[in-house]
């Protein structure tokens, strides 16, 4: 029976984790984080708060280079852009702790330079040197920072602190008492949290997350100004994440209701016994199952 249950398992676990991906990858692709940060005046900002010793830094100094154009389906990043060809910065936000963003990241890295070296003609075949900006990898964590690290690095975390060859270091920022753009980014989702306990995933969680912060005068002016696309941009990732659920729970309900007729037609157990291993469905359910197959024998 355990061998049933793993084979069964395997379709909805491939599917759940096929569409958790898809889903992810349209989430990120329509969060409030992007919409935020595509406008110019905000990304001047966040790039002041990490580097406020540069007081010549203008909008027309800022690339944004977020990966769009893809080699692989599920390779996007939340934010890249490039400061004066000089700097290339990623950020990444978070509000699932998980120190495999540094693995993501490095993918996200290799990429943006890859197309990098492409938008200014360089070739890296070629004996020439290529002329590459130097890399800064910031990761926004939106949940507590309890007693996590203020920096995160592949070797320590994945390799015991061992010399590798490839090393990956990102700077983690968390909620301060300061009143940057960034902060209030990250005070923004913790209100949104707060807001969907209180109310659930509703418009209403949405509506008061955004009068919320614009008393605070957290996100005020982007929320003034985008009030209505905000709405729509967290109100759809909540339709998202329905379908996300009610995918999951017919994939499910479809595979225990095989599992169900294989263990009837055995005949080896009652269906008390079937009912304790297979929670999408109902004792009556199993015995209007147990009454198709009857008929059918």
Request: include cysteine; aromatic fraction near 8%.
């Amino acid at each position: 029976m355990s061998q049933i249950f793993r084979n069964r398992g395997v379709k909805v676990q491939d599917d759940t984790k096929q569409i958790e991906e898809v889903m992810a990858k349209r989430t990120a692709k329509n969060s409030v984080f992007l919409d935020l940060f595509q406008n110019k005046s905000y990304l001047l900002k966040l790039y002041k708060t990490l580097h406020p010793e540069d007081t010549t830094a203008t909008e027309d100094s800022l690339t944004d280079v977020t990966i769009t154009n893809v080699l692989t389906d599920n390779l996007y990043n939340d934010l890249g852009f490039i400061v004066n060809n000089k700097l290339l910065i990623l950020v990444e936000a978070q509000s699932t702790w998980t120190v495999n963003i540094l693995v993501r990241v490095l993918l996200y890295l290799a990429q943006s330079y890859h197309e990098y070296f492409q938008r200014t003609s360089q070739d890296y075949y070629k004996s020439k040197k290529v002329k590459m900006p130097k890399p800064e990898l910031y990761v926004i964590f939106t949940g507590n920072k309890g007693r996590k690290p203020d920096k995160i690095s592949l070797s320590k975390e994945f390799f015991e602190g061992a010399d590798i060859d490839i090393e990956v270091k990102a700077k983690v920022i968390y909620e301060s008492d300061t009143d940057d753009i960034i902060n209030q980014y990250i005070i923004f989702c913790k209100v949104f949290n707060e807001q969907t306990k209180q109310h659930g995933m509703t418009q209403k969680a949405v509506t008061e997350t955004i009068r919320i912060c614009k008393d605070r005068n957290v996100l005020r002016e982007y929320l003034a100004q985008r009030e209505k696309e905000v709405v729509t941009i967290m109100m759809s990732l909540f339709d998202e994440e329905q379908i996300m659920k009610s995918f999951i729970k017919s994939e499910r309900h479809d595979t225990e209701r095989a599992m169900a007729e294989q263990l009837i037609r055995k005949g080896k157990m009652t269906l008390e016994e079937i009912a304790d291993c297979v929670s999408t469905l109902s004792f009556d359910e199993l015995k209007e199952i147990e009454t198709e197959i009857m008929q059918l024998a």
